[in-house]
């Protein structure tokens, strides 16, 4: 693999269903990043993490969580989904957090019905 | 306020020039930058300008950058219909890049 994936493309879940959307990448970036992108509300901050082992929580983190065990993958779970979770959700990475060129990955486009 | 600025909508005829505008906030950013995004994909960074500078030139794309009224803006030269995307500005805000909300292009035949 070359880049940042994801996985899945998109999904369709029952609200009240867990989900992990998925993310790797091969770059040995140190920071990773989760956006949701909703029609006219642009891209939001959902968690970050700096470098492996820790996360920080961004503009819209409630209802979501992350983890970092090692430096290529960053997964973000929906512990419980709720309908206003629907949207196209973005992973992203940098060389270091702040300033570097943010790399991301290609969507996952969810439905929570 | 603390918001990226950008207008939405832009309509443009192919072979003219596309100027896409932002406002800034953050009058220490080190770092602008200009994504664009494809239906369907990713953003992919386009181009970027350091804050000392004044304007950056690759190609068709020039960047001009006001530091005084914080303004940022996108030429794209010869529009094409390739071009069609969501053009997204951003500036680098202390440990964190912050994103407007995008830009439509449409390319009129």
């Known amino acids: 693999i070359a880049g940042i994936t994801q996985a899945p493309t998109s999904q369709i879940l029952a609200a009240g269903r867990r989900m992990t959307l998925r993310c790797t990448q091969d770059?040995?970036?140190?920071?990773m990043y989760w956006y949701r992108q909703d029609l006219g509300l642009g891209l939001r901050l959902i968690h970050y993490?700096?470098?492996?082992?820790?996360?920080g929580k961004g503009e819209v983190p409630d209802g979501y969580s992350v983890s970092r065990a090692n430096t290529d993958d960053f997964p973000l779970t929906l512990a419980s989904a709720v309908p206003s979770q629907t949207s196209v959700y973005f992973c992203?990475?940098?060389?270091?957090?702040?300033?570097?060129?943010?790399?991301f990955g290609p969507g996952t486009r969810l439905t929570v019905l | 306020g603390e918001d990226v600025e950008q207008s939405l909508f832009l309509s443009v005829r192919e072979g003219d020039s596309s100027v896409i505008n932002c406002t800034y906030t953050?009058?220490?950013?080190?770092?602008l930058y200009w994504y664009k995004q494809e239906p369907g994909a990713g953003l992919q960074l386009l181009t970027y300008?350091?804050?000392?500078?004044d304007m950056k030139q690759d190609q068709r794309l020039t960047v001009l950058l006001n530091k005084k009224d914080k303004h940022l803006s996108l030429r794209i030269a010869d529009t094409q219909t390739g071009d069609s995307a969501i053009y997204f500005c951003?500036?680098?805000?202390?440990?964190?890049?912050?994103f407007g909300k995008g830009t439509r292009l449409h390319i009129l035949p």
């Open positions: 992203a990475s940098s060389e270091r957090q702040g300033v570097d060129t943010q790399y």
């Open positions: 770059m040995r970036h140190n920071a």
């Open positions: 993490s700096n470098t492996a082992g820790t996360t």
């Open positions: 953050d009058s220490s950013s080190t770092y």
């Open positions: 300008i350091f804050s000392n500078m």
């Open positions: 951003a500036e680098s805000r202390g440990d964190k890049i912050i």
